[in-house]
């Protein structure tokens, strides 16, 4: 017994003889869906941008246009190119059936065929093109949610960068898709210090969205100003231990105190930052002991690095997003590359130098798009 369809499904017969129209419509009659005819291949073109019927039965021997052009055709044109077609003809060689394959349709079906063989493979068809079809809605359902979380995390970050006497700063931003866990952010301390804090959620997408929302909000609610880095990165691992248990976050924070030119960092899991000092006029990665990523277990003791800066130095915090950055033949960005960029002498701003280390780690991965979330932030000391 013929299965029911959705009555909105269209069915769209393509054959040149009349009599072979009437057997499908026949055939077809009842399965509840609406059936529409084409006796030649021009017509079966302009009813299917019309209609776009959910499946299309399709002979291949017809005068003029046969159905491997019309098949063809439809699949080069993007508004018919989803719609499945059934070839249904009485060329049963193996190489016609190839062809038809070639040319993007799904299934194949000899003349003389039995009624309930066209019945069974119409219905599994249609079936599969709706299920697709609720695949592609759902999808686009999941990527505007994923486009609003992006706006919201956005609105979580900095707006501006602040003025510091002496010390300009650029930052960048990229999550590998909408939304990522990089983060981060700068606080105004007393005695004119600043605190930067740059940190990375374990993985990336919308669980590492939330995580980086959860370290933005315990970062900006911190009882007391973060002046010191070890207490700063404790406070914050002592509240991540309590809300994960198989995630954790690393970080690096520092505070700046433009009077004295002294930078105190304490790092949990994230990348030493790398120093330039114009002095040496060569760059390095800075010797800066850490601990563990914060989430996993509480601190005994965090160490600080406390390092002098001079006028010209640059200090280059970075996510591993950056360094691990691979290219198709799996080989990693890594430090070396940024080093060697960071040491370039120029008169450009910091913000165009963090452009170019950008622009130099596209080039390094070559079309192959970036496997996780990417954040710089670049410190530079006026002369």
Known sequence: MPTRQNAADTILLVDDEPANLQVLMETLGGTGCKRLIAK??????????KAL???????IMMPGMDGFEVCRRLKSDPKTA?????FLSALSATEDKVQGFA?????YVTKPFQPEEVIARVTTHLTIHRLNREIQRRKELLEQELKIVSELQRVLLPKDLPEIGGLQLAVH???????????YDFVALPDNRWGFLLADAAGH????????????????SCPTPPEEPDRLLSYLNDNLCQIYEDSFVTAVYAVFDPGSRLMHIAR?????????????????????????PMGIACYDRIPVTRTQLEPGDRLLFYTDGISERTNADGEQYGEARLIDLLQIETTSTPQKRIARIMEN????????????DQALLLLTLGG
């Open 40 to 49: 030649n291949g021009e017509a079966a073109l302009s009813i299917a941008r």
């Open 53 to 59: 019927p959910e499946l299309i039965l399709l002979d």
């Open 82 to 86: 989803d719609v499945p077609v059934i």
């Open 103 to 107: 040319l993007g349709a799904v299934d």
């Open 173 to 183: 931003y990229e999550t590998s898709r909408y939304c990522g866990g990089d983060y």
């Open 205 to 220: 997408g919308a669980p590492a969205a939330v995580e980086m929302a959860m370290t933005c909000a315990l970062f900006r």
């Open 268 to 292: 949990a899991g994230q990348p030493p930052p790398l120093i330039y000092r114009a002095s040496e006029k060569t760059a390095k990665e800075l010797a800066c002991e850490g601990v563990l």
């Open 361 to 372: 780690v596209s080039r390094f991965a070559d079309g192959k798009l970036a496997e996780d």
